[in-house]
Nanobody
Framework: QVQLVESGGGVVQAGGSLRLSCAAS???????????MGWYRQAPGKQRELVAD???????NYGLFVKGRFAISRDKTENAVFLQMDSLEPEDTAVYYC??????????????????WGQGTHVIVSS
């Protein structure tokens, strides 16, 4: 199993910055290849949406609302992903979830990709 632990959420004034961190761990993690990692968010009454993700080759995708304000990065040796959020707006208030796409290592069988989620961290941006 892969466990994701997030940190870095909190309350910040509009225009401020936060840095979210997420690390993948678990007793069986050595048996997995971590493929993409990313961040999603869900505001009250809204659907979960992609904030940013980054592939194993460091290709990053961002939600259209990011508009150059956020930057995703990853430390593959530590199975960690980070989200630097600048110029935060009240509309960025949401629960932010870490996501990892992982595949069980095997020389004999092509396991399907598996999605894992963190417990979520709250980001509150006050006006």
């Amino acid at each position: 199993q892969v466990q994701l632990v997030e940190s870095g959420g909190g309350v910040v004034q509009a225009g401020g910055s936060l840095r979210l961190s997420c690390a993948a761990s678990g007793s069986g993690i050595s048996g997995f290849s971590i493929l993409a990692m990313g961040w999603y968010r869900q505001a009250p009454g809204k659907q979960r949406e992609l904030v940013a993700d980054i592939s194993s080759s460091d290709h990053a995708n961002y939600g259209l609302f990011v508009k150059g304000r956020f930057a995703i990065s990853r430390d593959k040796t530590e199975n960690a992903v980070f989200l630097q959020m600048d110029s935060l707006e009240p509309e960025d208030t949401a629960v932010y979830y870490c996501n990892a796409v992982a595949r069980r290592r095997s020389s004999y069988y092509a396991f399907p990709d598996e999605d894992y989620w963190g417990q979520g961290t709250h980001v509150i941006v006050s006006s």
